[in-house]
């Protein structure tokens, strides 16, 4: 399994910019994932401490294992980042907090947890299959509410312009076969639903959307955002930098309004990116995750 941090060189530039090569800093790695970040961090800035944390466990078990020589100046914790300041509190104040909002290599590549449309497997979703979110599979979710429901997760979440089409074709099959139970049988459904124009214009895997508002519903990840956000302040110390990466523009909207509300009408700091960084053609050839990553960064006063 490889995996590839989006958006590294720019976010090590800005903790660079911040004087943490030259002093001890205190980083919060907030969605930990495979350990990317912290792993970088680690090897840049000889005088960090990290504490991280991540809601899929297995996640944070493999992390420990492959950063395992940094053991004394790295700690990984098991948690949503919705409760950064109840998980990762005893280790403040930060002087940085660091999150990637994507889905991990890890969840996409294995078929089981039902993250990807590009290999079968039960549709499940979860971020945390102990416990976390709602608990509740995506198959679950689409055997339980009406089409209109549907309907509007795909089109909330999603921003799919055919939610409600999808969304009868989900509870016509329902009733003439009987639930959906793996994501092949969804992405099947999804291209016997949509004429094949549509699908050639979609610029895109047309199931993409809908998947993606799946996972967004299923794990609460717009609430957990909007969690993490309003108990940030109270675990950063004094110039402390938060730098988030986003995928969509929801996650994205969120994060530009509340820094932006920080910085004029609460006047906490200074948003150091007036416009999200992107990442450059050369990375997207590399990493094609990243072609829809924007990187926003806040400096607290």
Known sequence: MTHEPVLLTRILDFLRAAGFADKTARIADCTLGLGGYSEQILRMFPNAQISAMDRDLRAVELSRARLLDHASRFKALHGNFGEVGEVLGEFAPFDALVFDLGVSNMQLAEAERGFSFQ?????????????????????????????????????????????????RGIEERRKRVGPL???????????????????????????????QALRIYVNDELEELEAALASIRDISSPGAMV??????????????????????????????????????????????KARSAKLRVFRFF
């Open 119 to 167: 290999s079968d497997g039960p549709l499940d979703m979860r971020m945390d299959p102990q416990g976390g979110g709602s608990n509740k599979t995506a198959a679950e979710v689409i055997d339980a509410l009406s089409a209109a429901e549907l309907a509007e997760i795909f089109w909330v979440y999603g921003e799919e312009r055919f939610s409600r089409q999808i969304a």
């Open 181 to 211: 139970k793996t994501t092949g049988e969804l992405v099947e459904l999804i291209r016997e639903v949509l004429p094949a124009p549509v699908q050639r214009k979609m610029g895109g895997h047309p199931a993409r959307r809908v998947f």
């Open 243 to 288: 730098a988030i990466v986003s995928y969509h523009s929801l996650e994205d909207r969120v994060v530009k309004h509340t820094f932006r509300a920080w910085e004029k009408e609460e006047k906490r700091g200074d948003v150091l990116t007036k416009h999200p960084v992107l990442p450059n053609s050369e990375e997207i050839e590399r990493n094609y």
